[in-house]
């Protein structure tokens, strides 16, 4: 069983920068590690997943460029570093682990493939 406690968000203006964090209880160095995202009124939507190696990553092309996912399997950890932020990535961001390697975007994206997820992290952007 594998818990996952996110951290990191808050309010921030439109251009600024954010830094989150997951924490997993359990050893998570052979899962793929993922952030996903929703706003109210909208479906759940992927944001980056990062392969065990952590050489590996997978982004949403609206994050492309401007959010980097990171991992420190030392201490369980993954992080998603935010810069240029923009209203539109007002959200609740969800850490995922996945028991598997994703080989696409595609696949990485799909948010029944994971199966452990944390309680969401409130992400607000003024304008």
């Known amino acids: 069983q594998v818990q996952l406690v996110e951290s990191g968000g808050g309010l921030v203006q439109a251009g600024g920068s954010l830094r989150l964090s997951c924490v997993a209880s359990?050893?998570?160095?052979?899962?793929?590690m993922g952030w996903f995202r929703q706003a109210p009124g909208k479906e759940r939507e992927f944001v980056a997943t990062?392969?065990?190696?952590?050489?590996?990553?997978y982004y949403a092309d609206s994050v492309k460029g401007r959010f980097t996912i990171s991992r420190d399997n030392a201490k369980n950890t993954v992080y998603l570093q935010m810069n240029s932020l923009k209203p539109e990535d007002t959200a609740v961001y969800y850490c995922?682990?996945?028991?598997?390697?994703?080989?696409?975007?595609?696949?990485?994206?799909?948010?029944?493939?994971?199966?452990?997820w944390g309680q969401g992290t409130q992400v607000t952007v003024s304008s």
């Open positions: 995922a682990a996945a028991d598997r390697t994703f080989s696409s975007t595609t696949y990485a994206s799909r948010a029944i493939l994971y199966d452990y």
């Open positions: 359990g050893r998570t160095s052979n899962y793929a």
């Open positions: 990062i392969r065990s190696g952590a050489t590996v990553t």
